[in-house]
């Protein structure tokens, strides 16, 4: 689902897929699954105005698809019936992804451990296109944390979870995926990035650890370092919160703290952290 920092896929995405794809494609299932990603965070309902200013969708491809998606359960009305809103029947679809992740139940008490003494949160998470996607989520009872949830979105080339993702690739891999990030943004933006992104490399290369200042959002802080699981899994664990909380935390101590428990964890795996 989109959210701040994502370009939501607009109707000539799914065309150009049907090219590319061929006749397998079905281009109905692709805009089905189009109009259930313009739901963000926080929104209560959508109208089919908003869905297809969101979507690139026509209004008369919105309304077939909306009443499909009710009739399937997915989505329901309001009820004014101005607008629609996602179901709980949409958590069946993640539980199955989410249950194969069991190194979730490795990570989750360690990251209650780390929020309640530091009163920060963390989220674990795991790359999707061109961002990390919360699979885990610890939160500390502070206002000024972040509040995103699991199944959250946040982009990679502007949070420092992205860029623990990064640092751990293969060059060749990072290569490639930062000449995909290169090519959804203006090059004169893109070079300001990239030297972000440069600069956090350099920073994982000698400390272990990423951070990001206010990229992604302002005021919003995080340190985060990557997890490389026995069979080669890449999550990264992030530790964020508002500026000020994070400021008086002190990065460096909270880059210190997660590399401790990333120890932890994979010990848990049977595995060491290589040196």
């Not at 299932?29 to 313009?38: D, S, T």
């Not at 990251?111 to 998470?125: V, W």
Request: aromatic share 6%; net charge positive; glycine share 8%.
């Amino acid at each position: 689902m989109a959210t701040d920092g994502m370009t939501p896929r607009k109707a000539g995405s799914v065309a150009a897929l049907k090219v590319q794809s061929g006749r397998k494609f079905i281009s109905g299932l692709a805009r089905g699954i189009q109009l259930l990603e313009a739901f963000r965070p926080g929104d209560d309902s959508l109208s089919n105005a908003d869905l297809s200013s969101r979507s690139g969708l026509p209004r008369p491809t919105i309304s077939r698809l909306t009443h499909t998606l009710c009739e399937l359960g997915y989505l329901e009305q309001t009820e004014d019936r101005r607008g629609f809103r996602l179901t709980p029947r949409m958590l069946t679809l993640s539980h199955p992804v989410l249950a194969k992740i069991r190194f979730r139940q490795v990570a989750r008490p360690l990251m209650d451990e780390f929020a309640k003494r530091t009163q920060l949160s963390l989220a674990l998470g795991v790359r999707d296109g061109h961002d990390m996607v919360f699979v885990e989520r610890a939160k500390s009872n502070a206002s000024s944390s972040i509040t995103q949830d699991i199944g959250a979105r946040i982009p990679i080339a502007l949070s420092s979870m992205g860029r623990a993702y990064l640092a751990a690739l293969h060059p060749s891999e990072r290569e490639i995926l930062l000449e995909q990030l290169a090519r959804t943004l203006p090059s004169q933006r893109w070079q300001q990035i990239r030297a972000n992104i440069e600069r956090e490399l350099a920073r994982y290369a000698a400390c272990g650890y990423c951070f990001s200042f206010g990229e992604w959002k302002a005021q919003a802080y995080g340190v985060s370092v990557p997890i490389v699981l026995h069979d080669g899994t890449l999550f990264a664990i992030n530790c964020g919160g508002m500026g000020p909380l994070m400021k008086v935390a002190g990065f460096d101590e909270v880059g210190q703290r997660l590399k401790a428990i990333v120890t932890r964890m994979l010990a848990s795996q049977g595995r060491e952290v290589a040196a």
